[in-house]
């Protein structure tokens, strides 16, 4: 999703970043692709690949052809850094437990980069863990899979009166005002109205976005987000307000979400995002658990690196990156 053109479009439509986007042809056919964001930083700039490139990194050879372009790049631009983010995978399952399995593109792909000079980042800007949730089983086999907890809960709010309807572009001023609700509740920054209206609504008017609002006796009380496209759904958003909550609608919204996705054929549901510490620690502990209960596999990505042309302004910027840079 974070690869798309649309998405380069309301990126650049922030202000803060441009779009430049690369097709990798052989032989006419093209074998990968990169939207790269590019931004200045006062006299600096650099460049940011989201969750990408896009290509089959099981073939070695040709991941390391693209990098090799986009370190070119970055060598002729002089920018600070350059930070890929690539959707590998590598490892499924709990660290150091009995399901911990690691995949060997994974390692292969680090090694590589590695090798080429690249430093895994200090600065993981999308989430590095997810749990995904497969969607070729049948609604049966994906409910009997949850946790006990979680499916008495989903029956709960289905007794208890909570209705589920598909939301539109006309409701995003309230599913913002739900996202505010929880942001302060929960003590997380969000964004002015302005920039989720122009995801949320740029997103869904191009068939990429579906919401879902919980009411209970007409009133709203939660949301979730979907953002679709390829093989995956995922569950971008999600908010309550705090009223009604031992109705517990989000459990029977999150139950709606899965079913639609595999009603239109998606493979993956992905919860985005997981801890980066397994532990109470880790400040999305709380929503972890939630998620867990719906007991899709841990997966585990390789992250973001950073590819710097001038390794000591690299470490100056470093230090100076969070009074310059901001939220990306």
């Not at 705090?242 to 979400?257: D, G, I, S, V």
């Amino acid at each position: 999703m974070l690869q798309t053109w649309e998405w380069g479009e309301f990126k650049r439509a922030t202000g803060r970043w441009a779009p430049l986007r690369l097709a990798f042809e052989r032989r006419g056919q093209v074998i990968a692709m990169a939207s790269l964001l590019t931004r200045t930083v006062g006299p600096l700039r650099v460049i940011y690949v989201s969750k990408g490139p896009v290509l089959n990194y099981s073939d070695i050879e040709q991941a390391g052809q693209v990098l090799g372009e986009l370190e070119a790049r970055a060598n002729r631009f002089g920018v600070v850094w350059l930070k890929i983010d690539p959707d590998v995978i590598a490892a499924t399952g709990m660290p150091k437990s009995a399901d911990d399995q690691p995949r060997e593109t994974g390692r292969a792909i680090m090694a590589m980069l590695r090798k080429r000079g690249w430093r895994f980042s200090d600065a993981q800007v999308q989430f590095r863990n997810t749990l995904t949730i497969d969607l070729n089983r049948s609604e049966d086999e994906i409910l009997a899979a949850m946790s006990g907890s979680t499916r008495r809960k989903i029956r709960v709010a289905a007794k208890k009166g909570v209705v589920i309807r598909r939301a539109t572009v006309e409701d995003l001023p309230l599913l913002y005002r739900l996202y505010q609700v929880t942001g302060e509740r929960d003590q997380f920054l969000i964004r002015p109205f302005a920039y989720y209206r122009r995801a949320w609504e740029q997103f869904m008017l191009a068939g990429l976005a579906q919401a879902f609002i919980a009411e209970y006796e007409g009133a709203a009380i939660a949301q979730v987000i979907l953002f679709h496209f390829g093989r995956k759904c995922w569950y971008f958003y999600g908010a309550s307000g705090n009223a009604e909550r031992a109705r517990m609608p989000n459990y029977l919204l999150q139950w709606k979400a899965i079913k639609w996705a595999k009603a239109q054929g998606y493979d993956i549901y992905d919860m985005w995002g997981a801890p980066d510490a397994f532990d109470e620690s880790d400040s999305l502990w709380g929503v972890y658990q939630f998620k867990r209960g719906f007991r899709g596999q841990l997966t585990r990505h390789i992250g973001a690196w950073d590819f710097a042309s001038h390794p000591i302004l690299y470490y100056l910027y470093q230090q100076a990156a969070p009074k310059l840079m901001g939220a990306i």
